[in-house]
Structures are given as structure tokens and as C-alpha cells.
């Protein structure tokens, strides 16, 4: 039997997604996009799924989207592209930015791509030493896709962008930490018992809190103070609503901890 290409655990309230082609550096196939996109859907309308982990198996994180075989096989129509990336990498992206569980990126190699559009896509970024970062596109006389320049200039400021984007130089991990693209370098063979560590104290807080957080801060960027400050009071009434805001007010009260349900 064929071994998945997308690996999915869960434990403790984490569901880990590991892509599972180390031969081509975690080559992104059409396949496993749709997987991920469905994968993260399922998390977000999932309460025992808490907090999500992605990472790669092998010398890869994700070396981008696999072109082989995508080649023009007949005529190729007006709008075609446009509409591959909008049904395609597009949607990827868009799938992590708006789960509503907090996302960790565990890159474990080279992010190169659509594979560091996917990385910088995620909540929180750890990288292993071994880690770096390539924007690739420049490299084949290509625009950048999978949301890159809508995500880099956010992160890094526009300058900052078009050097990764006009050079396409490899960027450490260390650099990355240094830019703001990575939270928090460390040695290998620790990335993955770090990302479970975050991954699970993520798991076991207010979840419904932290994901109107999420949209809140994805959303800040993007609008005005008067539209952010009513999006906020909104945000506001809604989780005053749910069981762990609840328990958290009584738990300052009564001087104790809170005891989050995720509900």
C-alpha cells in the first residue's frame, strides 16, 4: 500500500500534518494541497483539535510546488493561470490564515516557494538550524505566488520584500529570526519536541479566544482604527460568550487558575 503523502496524528488536542515526499524536499502536488486544505477545514469545525503543526519529513520543509507534468498540454486560454492560482496555491494559503485553531509552522529544511509562502502563512514559525528560506520565483523569471507578496512586505516592510523577492538568496535561519520571519531558531534534533511543546500549551487554552485573536490580528493590516477598534469590541461580545472567558473572569475572583475547555 502506498504511503500517504500527507501523514496526519493527533494527540493531546494536536493534529500534526507531516508532508511525505522527502525525495523531491516536500514537493507540494495538487493532491496534497487539496489534502491540507480539507485537513485544516476539518480542524477548524473539529473541538477536540486544538492547535495544528506542519512540517516536513526528511531534508525538506516544502522545496515549493511540484511542476513536473504541469507543463501546457494543449491550448492555453485566457485566464488559465490566474485561475490555477486562485483555485490552487491561493486557497492553500488562505486555508491557514483563516483556521480558526492557531497554526505552527516546524520547519524542518529548506522553505523554498510556495513552501515559505506556507511557512510565513502560519501563527507561528520555529525553525530548525538546518532551516533556510528561499524566495525562488526570480530564479526561473517567475512572479511570486501563494500569497508571497501580500505576506512578506507584512512581515518585513516592502524594502525588505523585494530584496528576498528581487534576489531570491537563500536566508538563513538565523537571518530569518533576525528579519521577523522565524519566533524562534533551534538546534534539529529539537524542532520537533519544541513545536510539540508550543503545540500543546496552545492546545490547552482558550481556543475560541485565540481565534478571534487570530482574525483580529490577520485582519489589522488590512483596515482602518475605527473598523479594527468595532471589530474588536465585536470580537469582544462574542467570546464573552463561551465557557473558558467565563471561567477565566471567575477564575481572577476566586484567585485560581483558569480551566480552559476550549468551548
Same mark, same amino acid.
Given at each position: 500500500?502506498?504511503?500517504?503523502?500527507?501523514?496526519?496524528?493527533?494527540?493531546?488536542?494536536?493534529?500534526?500534518?507531516?508532508?511525505?515526499?522527502?525525495?523531491?524536499?516536500?514537493?507540494?502536488?495538487?493532491?496534497?494541497?487539496?489534502?491540507?486544505?480539507?485537513?485544516?477545514?476539518?480542524?477548524?469545525?473539529?473541538?477536540?483539535?486544538?492547535?495544528?503543526?506542519?512540517?516536513?519529513?526528511?531534508?525538506?520543509?516544502?522545496?515549493?510546488?511540484?511542476?513536473?507534468?504541469?507543463?501546457?498540454?494543449?491550448?492555453?486560454?485566457?485566464?488559465?493561470?490566474?485561475?490555477?492560482?486562485?483555485?490552487?496555491?491561493?486557497?492553500?494559503?488562505?486555508?491557514?490564515?483563516?483556521?480558526?485553531?492557531?497554526?505552527?509552522?516546524?520547519?524542518?529544511?529548506?522553505?523554498?516557494?510556495?513552501?515559505?509562502?506556507?511557512?510565513?502563512?502560519?501563527?507561528?514559525?520555529?525553525?530548525?538550524?538546518?532551516?533556510?528560506?528561499?524566495?525562488?520565483?526570480?530564479?526561473?523569471?517567475?512572479?511570486?505566488?501563494?500569497?508571497?507578496?501580500?505576506?512578506?512586505?507584512?512581515?518585513?516592510?516592502?524594502?525588505?520584500?523585494?530584496?528576498?523577492?528581487?534576489?531570491?538568496?537563500?536566508?538563513?535561519?538565523?537571518?530569518?529570526?533576525?528579519?521577523?520571519?522565524?519566533?524562534?531558531?533551534?538546534?534539529?534534533?529539537?524542532?520537533?519536541? +519544541? *513545536?510539540?511543546?508550543? =503545540? /500543546?500549551?496552545? &492546545?490547552?487554552?482558550?481556543?475560541?479566544?485565540? #481565534?478571534?485573536?487570530?482574525?483580529? $490580528?490577520?485582519?489589522?493590516?488590512?483596515?482602518?482604527? +475605527? *473598523?479594527?477598534?468595532? =471589530? /474588536?469590541?465585536? &470580537?469582544?461580545?462574542?467570546?464573552?460568550?463561551? #465557557?473558558?472567558?467565563?471561567?477565566? $473572569?471567575?477564575?481572577?475572583?476566586?484567585?485560581?487558575?483558569?480551566?480552559?475547555?476550549?468551548?
Amino acid at each position: 500500500m502506498t504511503e500517504a503523502a500527507v501523514l496526519r496524528t493527533t494527540g493531546d488536542h494536536v493534529l500534526t500534518l507531516t508532508l511525505n515526499r522527502p525525495e523531491s524536499l516536500n514537493a507540494l502536488t495538487a493532491g496534497q494541497r487539496e489534502e491540507i486544505i480539507r485537513l485544516l477545514s476539518e480542524a477548524s469545525a473539529t473541538a477536540d483539535i486544538r492547535a495544528v503543526v506542519i512540517t516536513g519529513r526528511g531534508r525538506g520543509f516544502c522545496s515549493g510546488a511540484d511542476l513536473r507534468g504541469t507543463g501546457p498540454t494543449g491550448e492555453r486560454l485566457p485566464g488559465d493561470v490566474a485561475r490555477t492560482l486562485r483555485t490552487g496555491a491561493q486557497c492553500l494559503i488562505a486555508a491557514v490564515l483563516d483556521c480558526e485553531k492557531p497554526v505552527i509552522a516546524a520547519v524542518n529544511g529548506t522553505a523554498a516557494g510556495l513552501g515559505a509562502h506556507l511557512a510565513f502563512a502560519c501563527d507561528l514559525v520555529l525553525a530548525a538550524e538546518s532551516a533556510r528560506f528561499i524566495e525562488v520565483f526570480v530564479r526561473r523569471g517567475l512572479v511570486p505566488d501563494g500569497g508571497g507578496a501580500y505576506l512578506l512586505p507584512r512581515l518585513v516592510g516592502p524594502q525588505r520584500a523585494k530584496e528576498l523577492m528581487f534576489f531570491g538568496d537563500a536566508l538563513s535561519a538565523p537571518d530569518a529570526e533576525r528579519l521577523g520571519l522565524v519566533n524562534r531558531v533551534v538546534r534539529d534534533e529539537e524542532l520537533e519536541k +519544541t *513545536a510539540r511543546a508550543w =503545540a /500543546e500549551r496552545l &492546545a490547552c487554552g482558550p481556543t475560541r479566544a485565540l #481565534a478571534l485573536t487570530k482574525q483580529l $490580528v490577520n485582519a489589522s493590516m488590512d483596515t482602518d482604527r +475605527t *473598523a479594527a477598534f468595532a =471589530a /474588536e469590541a465585536a &470580537a469582544q461580545e462574542i467570546n464573552m460568550t463561551t #465557557a473558558d472567558a467565563q471561567d477565566g $473572569v471567575r477564575s481572577f475572583v476566586e484567585r485560581r487558575g483558569a480551566r480552559f475547555s476550549g468551548r
